[in-house]
Structures are given as structure tokens and as C-alpha cells.
């Protein structure tokens, strides 16, 4: 393998308003599940068989293509103890890997500064979306979060160009010099940073061309965004956003199937890119959601439970099954939910030690058994 | 006095809908209800700004099967909403729905499918300003009332305006950001003057002819009522939103009855708690009507507090069996009434 | 009417409010500093947009199940009031008793938690502590509702004594379990069913249902308790009774409010305000209006010292610039959009980091969110047709005789934005930036949309700078 360390990324998909495992990965054969979802339940003849017991939801054909590939890594029973129901609530214990108590430092972030201690690439970490994620977040740890990466940076919405030249330019000298203020240095220091970092972002669009056609949804495009910036060798290492909302309390089948086809599409779209451009041995990407939901449907959809499926697909990642899928039984339930059986700091601190090569103890908040799915 | 109370007043029969921030089965701010001639109940989802892309109208029966929904989706596009207030249906069962954000009347049958739209922002004949309540005469004559305009502008079903009365003001005739509309079997027309606090009475053609109410919280006062409906026996049902409850006049406008809500689950709402059986025994352990602190002391705070009662009450109708509907769009249901048979 | 009048009006309507335009500043000039001050400290009816017309207008507002939406309807009064002090008031209590949506699912508990520091807002700092204690929001947020007789949860009675009242080291272990027993039973109605609502983030099957205090009696421990060296069988009013007495809480409190209205970091003269506020503070019985009246009629407060010496935070950025522009003044489309951008600033009404609240001060600026900070400002600003900022420019060409320079034109915007003072470097940029545009004539019969947009654009670069991220 000739790939470095520092050239290697993680791509984070958050699938928010928690995912329905049953219906991403479907025990098919397991008649319990159709007494449980006699009205969001997948007909067996609709489900994308993986062996004699499990199979894809209908809508992840390009998920099931890179599984024969040997590039999908699926963790099923993930979770955490004392399992939180709450959107807020148990999105923060994913992004901070505190359960018990309101953090707040994300596990990102202390990647990206474990990344680069000294802050000299303030683009280490991109979010594309708005505002920043809570696991991106970490003092002092600079995060770009790009809603467009055509128009991203100070002031978007000057439209005449010259105009908005002038700005920047203005700015830059604002900016500049020293000042015998901390607070008015600190200010100085932080501009030129965001101007850094915008004028850098801007070029990826400018030198990317690829034959992939994304489609235009938010994730393919947040995604396309993401190959960018990866082909144009920023130095970003950390890359995140996020697609939903997979709250299906009602309409469930329509609602997650259109979401999982737009997913599905979008990654396996973004793998084909990385490979034209030489980059796919570089990429991890890890797919998350805060919580599972109910094993018994409600009649339209599934309500708040817990136990999840995770993915992390790459080239570089053992592609098959970990943690073991949980069973429906009554007796094996936990209060009406699937029963984790490992902990998402497991998948964590893999990611963290064995692609990125950190100490995974501070990361995570602990020691955690990991997993094989990185190749070594 | 007992009996002239008794006479004309509703009781509870039920609840229907559900809460929901998904498309399909549930109610997600719902804002009017229509009937068709086959039975099936409609309902107007407006939405919030989060769920903005879902607005649509669901269908039901009133045995509370869910039998799918239609819209055009959220937008500018022809046929598409923005922040749509009301609907009525036609005799072909076209259904008409007005949308106050982008000043038009948008029409559609029940497979979605786009009929025809018109109106825009103005003042002209044909024009709107933030059209709210409408309603459908028997001679399929639209009466459209318009928030931003302070009047009632009559079309047909093919978007032609028949006229129109009323401007800005609290005299006879006059409004301020008027909201819902009703007609009685004479072809009266009530209009609830939303913030004159008051329902005003015209002929067909717009001479006025009474005016109920006065600001307040008594009996026969109103808070901004949104919606007016009225029975083949002349009773004027009245969504008093502001005070988040509906009121019940005469054919006279005397008062006759009030109602603060007594929502019960729907069949609905019976399949939630049945696969959530920790909210379903919590639940059965609280009491839902509590008494409150002082502070909590105006009906929109006490509605927040008390599941059952009314909470933003925003249309009353009647279907053809004259049931009453309340549509509560902060609650995401409707409860349905039925005058006694006396 | 000197400049320097009008330079510490401003200061204080900064301070004391979201800022003021130079009209307001004259008027309040005339007025007079401390008849101001007192008509800050004593407010009459906010005036502010109408719930009705916010109601019928944001379906989203009326049922207040959204975060956003709660944060959105707070800014519009923020925006709208008369009473700034009243509302800047509410914001440091939600600064200080920082409650977090995250935890609660549940907006409209929230915002009547905003309205029971506005209540409150500079009243007595015993009574603000009591109803704190019976708030369902804060009783959900710190386990209180988990706090019974016999098996207590120390959460609430620790953070009472550590983050609401004295500080840390001022207290034994012994004491936060003390307090604890005495807040058991208070806790809200229907608690076990409201608190799996919370946990799992429930709106079914008809939306929230808010919340209100409940106290109950059987759940109370009412043995004897010895706190802070004090014994009897106290009760949570008890407590409150004792701490509000601290010389501990006195200098927290008033520390507090001082960082908040007056300066970032206490030097040596701000120690001497602090100070004198707890001496006011013990005087008038912990009431904060008369702890404010000692800091802002104090000669600290009026002296170079203190002035921009605050980093201003996204929630007095956002609603500054926007009361400035004069938008947003009655329903407005996109308006749920408005707290979003205070959260990508990195101040989420309702969305505190941690229970410590925000870290502020040069903390509340990354370059994330510095970003933001100058593109939303600027798109409120550098829009001619705001209301506002045409009333700005109809200002700026009042008073003049020709077409404006570069410089002349920094001068003037620089002067109705604050006035600012600029730093020899930012003055330079600007005027270059303003000369490259062109002169501006804004003389009646000449001015035209250009002159107009011009201005503009120098108000958008202008509200870019270092220095106007001061207050």
C-alpha cells in the first residue's frame, strides 16, 4: 500500500431523525419481522437478498453493488447503554461520546486538532451544510462549514463582482497588521483565517472536472462538494454532512425507500469518482444514525426505539458483517426495541486508531474493543 | 332558560386525526376540512416552515380509514402552495384552495391533478390580497375573503369575478383582516371579522345585514374568530380562535352554547399508544386537566398546557350529515359535535 | 448637543439595549442620561409586534413545537420592543440559567421560562431564584423532577449553589446534598409522563403539551437540614433565603451583570463597581434594578474605560443589525430563519453548549463564525432598501453641501453606525474601498440609486470590520 496516513480522510454521513435498521437491512426471512410490520414491512419478493436471512431495503442496489465489492463493512446492533430516544439527546452522545452528562466537545473535533495541533490548515475539517456540527466542534479547532461551494465566503450576496472584489480586498487590509490589542489581534488573526480558508475552498470547484453525474439532491451535491475539495489536495482530512429526515413515523416505506435511494445513489456515485480520480484508496466514509426505531410498526411508520445499523464502505475497508444482527424475539427486546450489542465507540476508536493512526482513548472517551473493518 | 340553552346545542361524538411531521397517514398543522358527495373527508395541511414541503390534502373516511393524499407540492409552480388557508369543493369535485402568501386560488381534483389557478397580488377586480376563508354556494358561486384587500370577492369556478364588497374599517360592512367565511341554505353569507372581533352577516350579493359580537371573553364576545359555519337550522357555529373555543349562536346571534374542547384519542391515536406502551401508561396515570398557576392565565397558554381543549382552532364545518368539525391546527386533529336531534 | 453626548448614549444603548439610531440618540440626549437610565430600569408596555398577527401569520409560532421557532419569535420581540433593557435582561438570565432545548423537547416551556425572567427581570434576585426553582424547563434540564424524598438528585442543588448563585468553593459537599432534600417534591405536573414525553422526544399524538410546577408534599423531605451553617427544617424558599444573604452571591451576581453590561474582563476599576454593586445589592434587598442603576450611572461606566470593551454577542449582533435596518417590523416571510443565524454564530437561543451556558467574550468569535457574523450583518446593511438604512442615508444627506469623498463618506457611516472609532489601518482600507467606488453625491436633485447603493456598500464593509464586532 503506498497510501500515507496524512492522506487519508474520513467522510462522515449523519442520516438524521434516526434511521429504521429493520427496513435497511431486513431480516426477511424471519416471519417475526412481518408480525411486527404488518403495515410498514418489505415484501420479501422487494428485498435485496445478502444471504438466506438478510437482505437490502429495495432502494440500495448501488449500497448492494460496493457490498459485493467487498467495500461495505456493516455494523448491526450498534448502540450505547441506558439507550436515549430523544433526537437531541442522543445525536449529542453520538457526537460528543459522553452519555451521561451535556458536553461539549465533539469527537471530530478532537480528531481534527489531534490531526493538526498546530490549527495550520484551517480547512482541515469542512462541513458541508450550515452552521456546525456538534461533533466538529472543539475550542480553538477551526471548522469551514459550507453551504455551497460556489458562493462560500464572505460576502455572497454582493452581486456585482468587482464590487465584491473590492470587498475582499478591503478586508484582507482590515485585517492585516498588528495591533497592540489582544482582542483586536485575535480578531486579526481569526479574519485572515476565514479569508484563508474561502479563497482556498473556491478553487476546488474551478480545477474538478469528472465524467460522474451526480444527481441533484442535497447529499449528491454535498457529496460532489466533498470530491472536490478531496481531488483538489487541500489537506482537508475530515469531511461531514448530513441527510434526512428519516424520522418515519408515517409513510414510512415511501419516505425512508426515496431517502435510502438518494443515499445509496449519492455514495456510490461519490466511490466511482474517487476512483477516477485515483483517490479511493484514501477515502473512509461512515454512515450514522442517532437511534432505531420500534420493532412493532404504528399502524403508518416506526416510532423512537433504539439499536441502530452502521456503515463504513471504502476500498480500504473489509467489507461484511460485525456485531450481530439482533434478534426480535420478545424475550430479546429491550422495552420494544432492538437490543444493541456494541458500542458505537467500538466503531469509533477503529476508525480513529486503525485509518487515521490517533490515539483513540481521548477521542472516544475511553477504551473500547475495536473491530477489523480497516484493512491493514 | 334550560331549555332555550339545550335548544341548538352540540355534543362531543369524537376525535379524528394525528399528529404527524411525515406525508401520508396524520395531520400536520391542519387549517380546513371539506367533504365530498362519495364520502370521503379531506383535509388541508398547511404546515409549518419546517415541514413546509409536505403540505398537501389527506383523505379519510369518517370510519377513519386513511385513503391517501394529493398535492401539488410546496412552491411557486402552477398549482403549488405557499401558505395555503382554505378549501372548498365542487359539485364536480374539483376542490379550491386559497393561498395567502401568493394572492391566487389554486384548483385541483383529488388525483392532484392541476385544474386551473388565478388571481395575484392587487387590488383590481380579479385581483387578491392574502385570501383566506372561501366558500361554495349551491349555485357554485366561490366567496373568497381577503385578509390584505378587507373584503369578499365572489368568482366562479372558473375564476371569474362576480364583484366584490368591503373595505377597511369597524363599521357595517367594513373589515380588518376578515378570515373565515360560511353560508347559511339561504345563501347568507357570514364572514368572521378576525380582528374586529365580531361575525358580520350579508345577503348573496353583499348587502350587510347583521353583525354579532363584540370584543371579549363572555359568552356571545369573541377573541380574532377565524371560521363561521351555519346548519340548515340557522345555527352559527363560530371558531373563536382567540380564545381558543367555539361558540354556538341562534339564528338571531343569541348565545346558546360554549365549547372549550374534550379531545379523546382517535383511532389514530389508539395505534400510536399501542406500540408505545411506556407514553401509553405514563399517560394513563396523568391527569390531562390539571389546575395551572396563575401565570398560565390567557386560553392560548391554558390550551398549550390542556391537551383536550381547543388549541388554535382555525375552520368549523359541517358535513352533509351536520356533524360539526373544529379544526385545531396546534393540536394537529379535529373534533367533531353534533347538535342534539330534539 | 456634543458629540461626546451622543458618543455615550450610544454606549449605554448598546449596552442597555441593541442600539439606537441617531435619531434616537438625539431625542434621548435631550431627554437626559439618568431620566433614561430610569426609563430603561422601569418599563412600561414593550409595544412590541402582536402575538395575533405573529400567530395567524407563522403557523410554526403558534404551535411552537420547533426550536427554531421559539428562538425566531423571541428575536421579533427583541426587535420590535420598546422596552430593550427588559428584553437585554431576559437574555442574561437565559445567559446565566442556561436551559437547553436538546434535553427538553419542548419550545413553548421555554419561551414561558423567558417570560418568567422577563417578569422578573430586575426585580428581587430572591424572588427570580424561587420561581427558577419552580420553572418545569429548568426542573426537567437539572433532574429536579428525579429529586425525591429519601433518593435524592443532587443535580439542581448543585448547580443553584455552583452556576445560579455563589460560585464554586464558596459551599461543602454537605451542603449541595442539604439543598437537594430541600428541593424535594418540587417538580412538574404530570412528571412521569411528561419526562418520557422529553426522553423520547414525543409529539404524539396531539403535538407538546407544556408544562407547569407541581409541588408535592408527600415527595418533600421535611426533616432538619443544616445548610451553610444554618439548621431547620428548610424547604427550597428557605434555601434561597440563606444564599441571597452570601456575600458569595452578591460578588457572583454582580460580577455577572457587570461582564455582561459593562466589560468583558474586570480590571481594577471595574472591581471597585463590582463593589459598589454589592453594596447596592445588599441595601436594596438583591434588587437588580438598583444594582444596574449603581453600574450605569456610575462614573466607570461613563468613562472611556469600558467603551467597546465587549465582544457583542450573536443575539445583540443579530437583532442590532436588524433594528437598525428597520426590517422585520411586522410578520415577515423567511423570519424562522432568524435564530438560525444567531445558532451559526454560535448562540442557539435555547441551545447552550453545556449547563455553563456560552463561553463569551473574543470565545463567541471563530473564523466560522466570524463568516456569519459579517454576511449577515451585511446583507441587513448593505441593502438600500431597507428602511433603515435609507433613513441612514436621508440622514447622512441632510447635512451635505457636495459630493462625499471616500473618506468623507467613511466618516459620515462610521459616525450614524455608532459612532464607531476606527483604527487608522481600517479607515485607510475603507476610504480606499469608497474611493474606488466613486464620490458619492447625495444632494437632493442629484442622488440617485447608485449614490444610494454606494453608501450601502460601505455599510456592509463597514459592519465587516474588527470594530464593529465591539459593543
Same mark, same amino acid.
Request: hydrophobic residues 35%; glycine residues 10%.
Given at each position: ?170 478586508? *484582507?487590509?482590515? $485585517? /492585516?497588521?498588528?495591533?497592540?490589542? &489582544?482582542?483586536? @489581534?485575535? =480578531? ?130 473489509? *467489507?461484511?458483517? $460485525? /456485531?450481530?444482527?439482533?434478534?426480535? &424475539?420478545?424475550? @430479546?427486546? =429491550? ?42 | ?342 | ?471
Amino acid at each position: 500500500m503506498t497510501t500515507t496516513n496524512k492522506s487519508r480522510s474520513l467522510v462522515v454521513i449523519q442520516l438524521a431523525g434516526a434511521n429504521d435498521p429493520l427496513n435497511t437491512v431486513i431480516p426477511y426471512t424471519d416471519g417475526l419481522y412481518y408480525d411486527f410490520r404488518p403495515n410498514v414491512g418489505i415484501p420479501t419478493d422487494q428485498v435485496i437478498p445478502i444471504d438466506g436471512r438478510l437482505g437490502f431495503n429495495p432502494n440500495m442496489a448501488p449500497i448492494k453493488s460496493l457490498w459485493d465489492e467487498g467495500k461495505v463493512a456493516m455494523v448491526n446492533g450498534i448502540g450505547y447503554p441506558n439507550p436515549n430516544r430523544s433526537h437531541f439527546r442522543s445525536m449529542d452522545i453520538w457526537h460528543t461520546c459522553e452519555p451521561e452528562k451535556v458536553a461539549s466537545e465533539g469527537w471530530l473535533g478532537r480528531v481534527i486538532r489531534d490531526l493538526d495541533p498546530q490549527g495550520q490548515n484551517v480547512i482541515t475539517g469542512v462541513n458541508f451544510g450550515r452552521g456546525l456540527p456538534r461533533s466538529m466542534g472543539a475550542p480553538g479547532v477551526p471548522v469551514a462549514s459550507v453551504g455551497n461551494l460556489e458562493t462560500y465566503g464572505l460576502f455572497p450576496d454582493v452581486e456585482e463582482e468587482r464590487i465584491r472584489g473590492l470587498c475582499l480586498d478591503a478586508f *484582507g487590509k482590515m $485585517y /492585516g497588521g498588528t495591533i497592540q490589542d &489582544a482582542v483586536m @489581534d485575535y =480578531l486579526g488573526q481569526t479574519g485572515r483565517d476565514a479569508l484563508k480558508g474561502a479563497d482556498i475552498l473556491r478553487t476546488a470547484p474551478e480545477n474538478y472536472s469528472s465524467t460522474v453525474e451526480y444527481a441533484d439532491n442535497p447529499i449528491a451535491q454535498a457529496l460532489k462538494n466533498a470530491a472536490q475539495v478531496m481531488t483538489a489536495d487541500l489537506g482537508t482530512r475530515i469531511y461531514y454532512t448530513q441527510h434526512g429526515s428519516f424520522d418515519t413515523h408515517g409513510d414510512e416505506v415511501k419516505v425512508q425507500g426515496g431517502l435510502w435511494q438518494q443515499v445509496s445513489g449519492a455514495v456510490s456515485d461519490f466511490m466511482a469518482d474517487l476512483e477516477e480520480h485515483g483517490k479511493s484508496d484514501e477515502a473512509v466514509v461512515l454512515i450514522w444514525t442517532e437511534f432505531g426505531r420500534r420493532i412493532r410498526d404504528n399502524g403508518s411508520g416506526t416510532d423512537h426505539g433504539s439499536g441502530g445499523t452502521a456503515f463504513i464502505i471504502g476500498n480500504q475497508v473489509n *467489507g461484511g458483517f $460485525y /456485531g450481530e444482527y439482533p434478534s426480535l &424475539a420478545d424475550r @430479546d427486546q =429491550l422495552d420494544g426495541d432492538l437490543h444493541f450489542n456494541n458500542d458505537f465507540r467500538s466503531t469509533y476508536s477503529t476508525i480513529a486508531d486503525q485509518w487515521l493512526g490517533l490515539d483513540a482513548v481521548p477521542i472516544v472517551n475511553g477504551q473500547f474493543e475495536q473491530w477489523d473493518f480497516i484493512r491493514s | 332558560m334550560t331549555t332555550a340553552v339545550a335548544a341548538g346545542a352540540v355534543e362531543y361524538l369524537k376525535t379524528i386525526g394525528l399528529t404527524t411531521n411525515q406525508s401520508g397517514r396524520g395531520f400536520t398543522n391542519p387549517y380546513d376540512c371539506a367533504f365530498t358527495s362519495d364520502g370521503r373527508i379531506l383535509i388541508l395541511n398547511r404546515c409549518d416552515t419546517v415541514r413546509a414541503s409536505l403540505v398537501r390534502i389527506g383523505m379519510m373516511n369518517w370510519e377513519e380509514d386513511y385513503l391517501g393524499e394529493f398535492s401539488r407540492g410546496y412552491g411557486r409552480g402552477d398549482g403549488q402552495w405557499i401558505f395555503p388557508v382554505a378549501m372548498a369543493v365542487d359539485n364536480s369535485t374539483v376542490v379550491y384552495v386559497t393561498d395567502e402568501q401568493q394572492h391566487r386560488i389554486t384548483a385541483l381534483d383529488t388525483q392532484g391533478n392541476f385544474v386551473r389557478q388565478w388571481g395575484e397580488l392587487g387590488t383590481d377586480s380579479g385581483q387578491m390580497n392574502a385570501p383566506a376563508g372561501i366558500a361554495l354556494s349551491g349555485d357554485q358561486t366561490l366567496y373568497v375573503v381577503e385578509q390584505g384587500n378587507n373584503r369578499v370577492q365572489r368568482f366562479t369556478t372558473s375564476g371569474e369575478s362576480l364583484g366584490m364588497w368591503g373595505e377597511a374599517g369597524d363599521g357595517p360592512g367594513q373589515f380588518n383582516m376578515p378570515w373565515g367565511v360560511g353560508l347559511d341554505s339561504s345563501g347568507n353569507v357570514y364572514v368572521a371579522d378576525w380582528r374586529n372581533d365580531r361575525v358580520q352577516k350579508f345577503t348573496a350579493d353583499g348587502q350587510f345585514m347583521a353583525s354579532y359580537g363584540s370584543s371579549g371573553t363572555g359568552d356571545g364576545q369573541f377573541s380574532r374568530p377565524s371560521g363561521v359555519c351555519v346548519d340548515s337550522a340557522g345555527y352559527i357555529y363560530v371558531s373563536d380562535w382567540g380564545n381558543e373555543r367555539v361558540q354556538i349562536l341562534d339564528p338571531d346571534g343569541g348565545f346558546v352554547q360554549l365549547l372549550r374542547g374534550q379531545a379523546t384519542l382517535s383511532k389514530w391515536a389508539q395505534d400510536f399508544m399501542s406500540v408505545n406502551p411506556d407514553e401509553r401508561n405514563t399517560r394513563e396515570m396523568s391527569n390531562l386537566t390539571p389546575e395551572l398557576p396563575a401565570h398560565l392565565d390567557t386560553p392560548y397558554l391554558i390550551s398549550s398546557q390542556i391537551e383536550p381543549y381547543f388549541w388554535g382552532p382555525v375552520s368549523v364545518r359541517l358535513d352533509s350529515e351536520e356533524r360539526l368539525y373544529v379544526v385545531e391546527s396546534n393540536r394537529h386533529r379535529i373534533q367533531v359535535y353534533q347538535r342534539r336531534k330534539d | 448637543m456634543s458629540n461626546a453626548d451622543i458618543a455615550l448614549m450610544a454606549h449605554l444603548m448598546r449596552r442597555a439595549g441593541f442600539g439606537a439610531s441617531r435619531n434616537e440618540l438625539e431625542q434621548k440626549v435631550a431627554q437626559g442620561y439618568e431620566s433614561v437610565v430610569e426609563d430603561l430600569l422601569n418599563p412600561g408596555s414593550p409595544n412590541a409586534m402582536p402575538d395575533d398577527l405573529i400567530r395567524r401569520f407563522h403557523v410554526d409560532m403558534a404551535e411552537m413545537r420547533e426550536l427554531n421557532s421559539a428562538g425566531a419569535y423571541w428575536i421579533y420581540r427583541m426587535v420590535t420592543t420598546d422596552n430593550p433593557l427588559e428584553e437585554k435582561m431576559a437574555l442574561f438570565w437565559h445567559s446565566l440559567f442556561a436551559t437547553g432545548y436538546s434535553k427538553l423537547n419542548q419550545a413553548r416551556s421555554l419561551m414561558n421560562q423567558i417570560d418568567t425572567f422577563r417578569r422578573h427581570s430586575m426585580g428581587s434576585f430572591h424572588t427570580l431564584l424561587v420561581e427558577l426553582s419552580k420553572d418545569p424547563a429548568m426542573i426537567i434540564w437539572l433532574d429536579n423532577n428525579d429529586n425525591h424524598k429519601g433518593d435524592i438528585n443532587e443535580n439542581y442543588g448543585r448547580e443553584l449553589l455552583e452556576l445560579f448563585s455563589m460560585g464554586i468553593g464558596n459551599y461543602t459537599e454537605d451542603d449541595v446534598k442539604e439543598c437537594a432534600r430541600a428541593f424535594t417534591g418540587w417538580t412538574l405536573g404530570n412528571a412521569e409522563y411528561m419526562a418520557t414525553r422529553a426522553s423520547r422526544d414525543s409529539i404524539w399524538p396531539y403535538s407538546r403539551i407544556a408544562w407547569h410546577f407541581q409541588y408535592r408534599d408527600h415527595d418533600h423531605d421535611d426533616g432538619e437540614k443544616t445548610f451553610l451553617g444554618q439548621t431547620g427544617n428548610f424547604n427550597g424558599e428557605d434555601i434561597i433565603d440563606i444564599i441571597v444573604r452570601q456575600e458569595a452571591s452578591a460578588r457572583f451576581i454582580c460580577t455577572r451583570l457587570f461582564q455582561f453590561f459593562a466589560a468583558d474582563e474586570v480590571t481594577e476599576a471595574g472591581e471597585a463597581v463590582i463593589s459598589d454593586m454589592m453594596a447596592t445589592y445588599f441595601d436594596s434587598k438583591y434588587e437588580i434594578r438598583s444594582v444596574l442603576r449603581t453600574l450605569f450611572n456610575s462614573a466607570y461606566f461613563k468613562s472611556d474605560d469600558p467603551r467597546f470593551a465587549r465582544v457583542k454577542g450573536p443575539v445583540e449582533l443579530v437583532v442590532g443589525a436588524v433594528r437598525l435596518a428597520g426590517t422585520y417590523r411586522e410578520p415577515t416571510f423567511g423570519a424562522d430563519q432568524l435564530a438560525r443565524y444567531t445558532l451559526y454564530m454560535g448562540q442557539g437561543i435555547f441551545q447552550p453548549p453545556s449547563v455553563e451556558g456560552w463561553h463569551e467574550g473574543s470565545e463567541w468569535i471563530d473564523s466560522g463564525a466570524l463568516v456569519e457574523r459579517v454576511n449577515f450583518v451585511g446583507k441587513e446593511l448593505g441593502d438600500p432598501r431597507n428602511p433603515g438604512v435609507q433613513a441612514l442615508i436621508d440622514r447622512m444627506s441632510a447635512d451635505v453641501d457636495g459630493p462625499l469623498s471616500g473618506a468623507a463618506q467613511v466618516d459620515a457611516c462610521a459616525d450614524l453606525l455608532g459612532p464607531i472609532v476606527l483604527s487608522d489601518t481600517t479607515r485607510t482600507s475603507l476610504s480606499e474601498f469608497a474611493g474606488e467606488q466613486g464620490a458619492a453625491d447625495l444632494r437632493e436633485g442629484s442622488r440617485t440609486e447608485a449614490d444610494d447603493q454606494r453608501i450601502a456598500n460601505l455599510l456592509r464593509l463597514l459592519t465587516a470590520t474588527r470594530e464593529y464586532q465591539l459593543a
